[in-house]
Each structure stands twice: as C-alpha cells, then as structure tokens.
C-alpha cells in the first residue's frame, strides 16, 4: 500500500481588534466583571449575579452631546439598557449615551 505524505499547513493569524465606532449618541463599553463571594466564603455562579453597573468605556459615537466622557474613563450604567454585541470573543454593550448615569472617580 502506498503511505500518503502528510502536509503540514500552517496559518497566521493576526491579532486585531476589531474596531466598532458607534453611530450618533450610542457608547460602546466593556463592563467590569468583579468577582462575588458571599461573606460565608461560596463564590455565586453566572446566573445568580446581578449584571455589573461599572463598565468602561470603550468609544464614543459621532454626535454625543456630553464631552465629558472620554474613551477610557469608569462609568456607571443602567442595569438592563444597550444591546449586547461580542467582538472578540469578548462582551461588549452598546448603550445610549442617556444610559449612562455617572463616571467613577477613583
């Protein structure tokens, strides 16, 4: 019988991230996973946590009324607004820029 030559094929893959640039008054962010412990030492799973308020903010749209958020900075969020999007593999929010309720000063 005749052995068949394996080939060995290779693939780059470059590591960029996908950029999203919102429209009109919408902010992408990330929220800020802090990790739950009860106070008897139990670690809650997903879905007995409430969604994160702190997120950080990723990029901004193209006709924000507020200069006063900035790429970059922690802010506070409604819990259930803005439509969940993945890039990356990672969970992102895109929410209104009227969602957003304050910035975290640290």
Same mark, same amino acid.
């Given at each position: ?25 919408? =902010? ?28 950080? =903010? ?16 922690? =802010? ?27 910035? =975290?000063?640290?």
């Amino acid at each position: 019988m005749p052995t068949k030559a394996k080939t060995q094929t290779t693939t780059t893959e470059t590591n960029t991230m996908a950029k999203i640039q919102p429209l009109g008054q919408r =902010v992408l962010v990330k929220r800020i996973e802090v990790e739950e412990k009860t106070a008897g030492g139990i670690y809650l799973p997903d879905n007995a946590k409430e969604k994160p308020q702190e997120a950080k =903010v990723v990029s901004l749209g193209t006709g924000g009324k507020d200069d006063t958020v900035k790429a970059g900075d922690t =802010v506070l969020i409604s819990k259930y607004g803005g439509t969940e999007v993945k890039v990356d593999g990672e969970e992102h929010l895109i929410i209104s820029e009227s969602d957003i309720l304050g910035i =975290v000063k640290k």
